[in-house]
């Protein structure tokens, strides 16, 4: 099943994020359509577990980049985008995508010891230079399993 993307893009005008953009010599404006947060913590799930199963070292080393952008997009998520995300969730069909991100997250972001959780953490200090608390990985883990546990409720 595909996810209906083109139903959940939120056009962003660039006139309003960048200054005077020129194209070709001329002023003018464009819009980008940005998947919103449910799709692309979908997309960010399931590159989380490809790059990790994966047999090249440059592809395992990525994954946790990936784990990163969820805890990322989960930290800037406000209650309205939360509110959208369990609908869109919700209507997916719980026997194919979501079902198997559900196992993904159970797998892999399923307590604050969990693999992609420490892996997380791990990048986040070495690389970002962000400090992620054991509160911090606890709850990531949580809003992880809640999110996609409330897709049951939102039918």
């Known amino acids: 099943h595909k996810l209906d993307i083109l139903r959940q893009l939120v056009r962003v005008h660039l006139r309003q994020r960048l200054t005077a953009a020129t194209i070709g ?21 399931f590159a989380f577990r490809d790059r990790w199963r994966s047999a090249k070292n440059e592809d395992r080393e990525r994954a946790p980049y990936h784990a990163f952008d969820m805890f990322m997009l989960l930290a800037t998520m406000d209650r309205a985008e939360w509110q959208e995300a369990v609908g869109i969730l919700g209507s997916q069909d719980p026997t ?14 399923g307590s604050a010891s969990a693999e992609g959780v420490l892996e997380m953490a791990a990048y986040a ?22 999110l996609f546990s409330a897709s049951d409720r939102s039918r």
Request: hydrophobic share 45%; glycine share 6%.
């Open 125 to 146: 200090r070495t690389r970002m230079s962000v400090p992620v608390t054991e509160k911090n990985r606890a709850e990531f883990s949580a809003d992880m399993r809640e």
């Open 25 to 45: 010599g001329s002023h003018g404006s464009a819009s980008v359509f940005v998947p919103h947060a449910a799709s692309f913590l979908l997309m960010k799930v």
């Open 96 to 109: 194919a995508v979501v079902a198997e991100a559900r196992v993904i997250i159970g797998q892999y972001f």
